[in-house]
Every structure is written in structure tokens, then in C-alpha cells.
């Protein structure tokens, strides 16, 4: 005589919790859940990634829209100063040229836009090197005044004449500082902020 058996135990030793649960465990191990990013790996990715407000150069470095602006403005001034200074020059050699022979007359205005050159010169020299040149600024200014001055006693005395012929020079000067003042903001030692003083240690 036999008997069932209970409704806890089921035929042949199988339990279907036990073998549900094997199976649940194997699918886990299997496939693992993907790892979450911390911290120190999201910021390495960020850090790849260019920033758009920069752009990469070949060599690796970053070219900001700042620097762009003044690149722009020292290209404008350049190109303004080259036009203003040839205007000029003209103006100067038609002016000797009524007093001197051709030849001559034609390297004359040398002798007012020579000295500016040359001042140019030791003006940039100055900036690159953050030093003052005050004569250097003093030579630049009477060049020009002169040359604004043989400009206007060539022209026609009336006051749209006079200003026609007197800007270009005017223009020049201002260019130039500008130009100078670009440079000097480039090259300018950014060792110590503006505003405050190195304390000594001790």
C-alpha cells in the first residue's frame, strides 16, 4: 500500500522554487549589467571633447575668438596704415616737385616719412621689450605734423581741401597706435594681475 505524496514535496526529489532560481541566477551572471561612469571617467571624456568656443590649430593649440579680434584689428590697422602712408607720400612728392627736379622729387618725402619709419621701428622694438619711448614718440608726432602741414599750405585754402589732404597723415599716426597698443597687449607679462602688488615672503 502506498501513499501520494505531500503537496510540498514534489515526484522524483524536483523542486520548481530551487531550479527557478538557478535559472534566474544564471541569466545574471551571464549578462551583467553595464558599469556606471563616475566621476573621474565622465570628466576624461569631457576632457576630449573640443570646446566650441575655441578652435584646435595643427600644432594643438587653441586659437580663442579674442585672439581672432585682435588679429583682425592689427590686420585692419596695418592695411589703413599702408594707405594713409603711400596718400601721403604722394601728396609730399607732387609738393617737392614743384620745386625740385623729377628725380629728386620723387625720394624727397624720405625725408619726412624716413624718421617715422625709423621710429616705427624703435617704438615696436619698445613694446616688445615693455619699455617706453617717449622720443621715439616725439620724432613720430613732428613727422606727421609736418607732413600734415606741407599738405595743407599745398592745397586750396578752402576747409573741405584742407581736410581732404590733412587726415591721411593724422590717420597714419593713429593706426600706428593702435597697432602699438595691440602689441603691447599681447606681450604684456601676465606674471602679476592688475591691481595688486607682489608681497615679498618673509
Not at 575655441?54 to 584689428?73: C, F, M, N, W
Not at 619699455?131 to 616725439?138: F, G, N
Amino acid at each position: 500500500m502506498w501513499s501520494a505524496p505531500g503537496p510540498d514535496i514534489a515526484p522524483n526529489g524536483w523542486d520548481p522554487d530551487e531550479e527557478l532560481a538557478q535559472m534566474l541566477s544564471t541569466v545574471s551572471a551571464v549578462d551583467p549589467a553595464p558599469p556606471s561612469l563616475d566621476g573621474q571617467h565622465r570628466h576624461r571624456i569631457d576632457r576630449r571633447r573640443p570646446r566650441p568656443a575655441h578652435h584646435i590649430l595643427d600644432g594643438g593649440q587653441r586659437l580663442s575668438p579674442v585672439t581672432l579680434l585682435v588679429a583682425t584689428i592689427a590686420a585692419c590697422a596695418v592695411a589703413m596704415l599702408g594707405w594713409s602712408t603711400a596718400y601721403s607720400y604722394n601728396q609730399l612728392r607732387e609738393i617737392a616737385a614743384t620745386v625740385l627736379p623729377a628725380p629728386l622729387a620723387q625720394w624727397w618725402p624720405l625725408t619726412v616719412y624716413g624718421p617715422w619709419f625709423v621710429a616705427a621701428l624703435s617704438i615696436l622694438r619698445a613694446a616688445f621689450q615693455h619699455r617706453t619711448a617717449r622720443r621715439s614718440w616725439c620724432v613720430i608726432l613732428i613727422a606727421s605734423a609736418t607732413a600734415v602741414a606741407l599738405c595743407i599750405s599745398h592745397s586750396s585754402y578752402s576747409v573741405l581741401s584742407m581736410v581732404i589732404v590733412g587726415i591721411p597723415p593724422i590717420t597714419a599716426l593713429v593706426c600706428f597706435r593702435e597697432l602699438v597698443g595691440q602689441v603691447s597687449c599681447k606681450y604684456r607679462p601676465r606674471h602679476a594681475a592688475p591691481g595688486k602688488e607682489p608681497t615679498g615672503g618673509g
